[in-house]
């Protein structure tokens, strides 16, 4: 039986198919953490969530960033919640 729920799992979407998501950043064997670029925030990428700003990519290509450590990455996070980059 279909299911008249706003919040059905045919609504929700993944960043890593959003155009909106400009950076794609793994540490590890962790899971892959997507940068919006509308909201400045970082998700990870393959988790379903509902998102209004989400604009379907259509298969193009993911330049995905590895880390070893998460000391490798500071540099691109210090002024993260200030807007500016270094």
């Known amino acids: 039986m279909a299911s008249n729920n706003k ?3 045919d609504n929700f979407v993944r960043c890593i198919d959003c155009k909106n998501a400009t950076a794609y950043y793994q540490w590890q064997k962790n899971p ?3 940068q919006c670029s509308i909201l400045k925030e970082r998700q990870v990428a393959e988790t379903n969530r509902l998102c209004k ?3 379907a990519s259509f298969g193009e290509s993911r330049n995905i960033q ?4 998460y000391e490798e ?3 691109l996070f210090d ?3 200030t807007g500016e980059s270094s």
């Not at 590895?66 to 450590?69: E, G, L, M, W």
């Open 66 to 69: 590895h880390f070893n450590s």
């Open 7 to 9: 919040n059905s799992l």
């Open 32 to 34: 892959i953490v997507a």
């Open 53 to 55: 700003l989400f604009s």
């Open 79 to 81: 002024d993260y919640s």
């Open 73 to 75: 990455s500071d540099h």
